[in-house]
C-alpha cells in the first residue's frame, strides 16, 4: 500500500478518536430521550445541557444562545428564511463567493419578494466595505458574509462589517463553518448577531451542526414540532452527536498552539508550488485559512490534476468539493478576477492538525511533475521557457 495524504479538510475531515469514544459512550449509555421525565431522560438531558455549556463557553455566549442543527446548511438557512419571516424589512446584502448554503437561500428569499445585493470582492477575496456602506439602507434586514471562504481561504472583516450593518439597525450574520475549529472565534469579540457552524469541518460527524443567535434577535423558527431547542428547532435532539460535538470544540480550542505549525507548512506548499511555471496562488496571501491553498495552473484541467494526484494516494478538491460535479468553472475564482481558463486548472489543498512535514514533502514530489506531465499532453502548452 502507498502512501495515503487527506488534505481535503474543506470538504471534510476524519472523526477525531476522542469524539468517536464520545458518541460510543452516548449510543451505548445515554441513550435516553431528552424530553423524558425519567432517570433515563433526565440524565440525556443533563449530558444535552453540558454539552451546550462546553461548545457555549469556546464561542464566548451564553449556552440559551447556542441552538444545535442537522448541518451548516440547514444553519444557514435559518439564520436568513427566520430573520426575514419576522421583519418588515425586504433587503438582504451578502457577498458574490459566499457558499451556496447562503446564495441559493437568498436566491429563493428572492422568489418571495426579497431583494438581494451581491457585494463584489477584491483580488484577494475581500468583499468591497466601500459598495457595504452604499447599498445599506434602512430597508436592510440582514448583512450575511461568511467569515473565512471555503474555497480560496480568504478572511474577511466581520467585525468591521458587522459596525456598518449595525449602523442601519440591520443584523449581522456570519457563516463561520469553514472558520471554526481552524481559528479561534469569539462572538461577542466579533459583534455578530449569528454565527452558523458545522460538525464535520472540526472533526466530528456529518448531520450535526449549530447556530449561535445573540439573545434579543427577532428570529421565526424553521421546523414545527414538539418545541425542541426552546420551541426554536423541533426535532428529538441528536445527543450523540452533540455530545461528540462538544468534545470537537474542546479538542479544537485546545489546539490552536498548533496553528504556527499549520501555517508554516501551508506557506512552504504555496512557496513550492508557486515556483510552477503559469501557476497563481488565489486567495490573499497571508490573511487566509492556516490551512488554505488554492492555486491555478494554466492549460491543464484542475479534474485531470486530481485524478492523477488520486492515483499516487493525495486527496484533494478542485475549486469546492460542493461544485466540483458540476462543469462550471468556481463562482469565487470567477468573482476574484479569474478568467474561465485560469480558474478550470485549480486546486484546493486543505490542511488540519493531523498533516505532517512528511505529507508536504510528498505533495512536493509528486504535484510538480504531474503537472508537467498533464501540460506535454495539452496542444496549447507554449512551454515552460515562454
Ligand atoms: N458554509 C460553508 C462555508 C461551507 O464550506 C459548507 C460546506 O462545505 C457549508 C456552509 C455547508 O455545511 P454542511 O455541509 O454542514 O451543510
Redesign the pocket.
Known amino acids: 500500500m502507498g502512501r495515503f495524504v487527506y488534505v481535503d479538510n474543506?470538504?471534510t475531515t476524519a472523526p477525531a478518536p476522542e469524539v468517536i469514544a464520545e458518541i460510543d459512550k452516548a449510543m451505548s449509555d445515554i441513550w435516553g430521550n431528552p424530553s423524558s421525565l425519567h432517570v433515563k431522560g433526565r440524565e440525556a438531558k443533563h449530558a444535552l445541557d453540558n454539552s451546550r455549556e462546553r461548545i457555549s463557553s469556546k464561542l464566548g455566549c451564553s449556552a440559551n444562545e447556542l441552538y444545535f442543527t442537522s448541518?451548516?446548511?440547514?444553519s444557514?438557512n435559518w439564520a436568513l428564511k427566520g430573520t426575514m419571516a419576522m421583519t418588515q424589512r425586504k433587503h438582504i446584502i451578502t457577498s458574490k463567493i459566499e457558499?451556496p448554503?447562503?446564495l441559493n437561500t437568498c436566491k429563493a428569499l428572492e422568489k418571495n419578494g426579497c431583494r438581494v445585493t451581491y457585494l463584489n470582492v477584491d483580488g484577494d477575496g475581500v468583499v468591497d466595505l466601500a459598495q457595504l456602506k452604499n447599498s445599506i439602507t434602512d430597508d436592510t434586514a440582514v448583512v450575511a458574509v461568511?467569515m473565512?471562504?471555503?474555497e480560496i481561504g480568504t478572511l474577511e472583516p466581520i467585525k468591521e462589517i458587522a459596525e456598518i450593518a449595525h449602523s442601519k439597525g440591520a443584523l449581522m450574520f456570519t457563516?463561520a463553518?469553514?472558520a471554526i475549529g481552524s481559528i479561534p472565534v469569539d462572538v461577542h469579540e466579533l459583534g455578530v448577531d449569528m454565527l452558523?457552524f458545522?460538525?464535520?469541518?472540526m472533526h466530528a460527524p456529518?448531520g450535526i451542526?449549530g447556530l449561535y443567535i445573540k439573545r434579543g434577535t427577532r428570529i421565526a423558527n424553521l421546523i414545527d414540532g414538539g418545541g425542541q431547542e426552546r420551541k426554536f428547532r423541533s426535532g428529538t435532539e441528536n445527543l450523540p452527536y452533540i455530545m461528540g460535538l462538544a468534545r470537537a470544540f474542546e479538542l479544537a480550542y485546545d489546539r490552536f498552539d498548533d496553528i504556527p505549525r499549520i501555517i508554516a507548512m501551508r506557506d512552504r506548499l504555496i512557496d513550492e508550488l508557486t515556483k510552477i511555471p503559469y501557476s497563481r496562488l488565489n486567495g490573499h496571501r497571508t490573511n487566509r485559512l492556516p490551512g488554505n491553498i488554492n492555486i491555478s495552473f494554466e492549460f491543464i484541467e484542475g479534474e485531470s490534476l486530481l485524478l492523477l494526484l488520486d492515483m499516487v494516494g493525495i486527496c484533494i478538491s478542485t475549486g469546492?468539493?460542493?461544485s466540483s460535479n458540476s462543469l462550471e468553472p468556481s463562482h469565487v475564482l470567477l468573482s476574484i478576477g479569474l478568467p474561465h481558463e485560469k480558474a478550470h486548472g485549480s486546486l484546493r489543498i486543505s490542511l488540519c492538525h493531523n498533516n505532517t512535514e512528511e505529507d508536504i514533502d510528498y505533495i512536493i514530489e509528486q504535484l510538480p511533475p504531474i503537472v508537467k506531465r498533464l501540460r506535454d499532453m495539452s496542444p496549447i502548452y507554449p512551454g515552460d521557457n515562454n
Open positions: 474543506a470538504a448541518c451548516g446548511t440547514e444557514n457558499h448554503a447562503v461568511m473565512a471562504n471555503n457563516d463553518v469553514q452558523s458545522s460538525g464535520h469541518k456529518k451542526g469546492s468539493a460542493c
